[in-house]
Nanobody, 125 residues
Framework: QVLVEESGGGLVRDGESLRLSCTASGSILSVDSMGWYRQTPGNQREWVATTQTTNRGNVATYAESVKGRFTISRDGAKYTVVLDVSSVKPEDTAVYYC????????????????WGQGTQVTVSS
């Protein structure tokens, strides 16, 4: 099995910094990418940032809407990804989900997306 767990969400004030963390564990054989998505009620889940595994190391990419404020990185444990927000805005309020695309020793197809349960981020003005 593969378990994906997010942490760090909560209530923050407009302009403050925030760090979200995600750790994946289980029978993982290979990881293609780890990323963050967010979703608000009534809206589509949107992609925020991804750190991609390459021969040259991990490469980060960002949605245009968060460039300059959000930073994604691999930090700590082997399958840990962090999302740092330098200055949160009210529009950042959402449930943030962590996703890992990996090949794992689990039932079903080998390569698959594994999602966390999400962590709520609420930005007050």
């Amino acid at each position: 099995q593969v378990l994906v767990e997010e942490s760090g969400g909560g209530l923050v004030r407009d302009g403050e910094s925030l760090r979200l963390s995600c750790t994946a564990s289980g029978s993982i054989l290979s990881v293609d990418s780890m990323g963050w998505y967010r979703q608000t009620p009534g809206n589509q889940r949107e992609w925020v940032a991804t750190t991609q595994t390459t021969n040259r190391g991990n490469v980060a990419t960002y949605a245009e809407s968060v460039k300059g404020r959000f930073t994604i990185s691999r930090d700590g444990a082997k399958y840990t990804v962090v999302l740092d927000v330098s200055s949160v805005k009210p529009e950042d309020t959402a449930v943030y989900y962590c996703k890992i695309y990996a090949y794992a020793l689990t039932t079903g197809q080998g390569w698959a997306d594994y999602w966390g349960q999400g962590t709520q981020v609420t930005v007050s003005s």
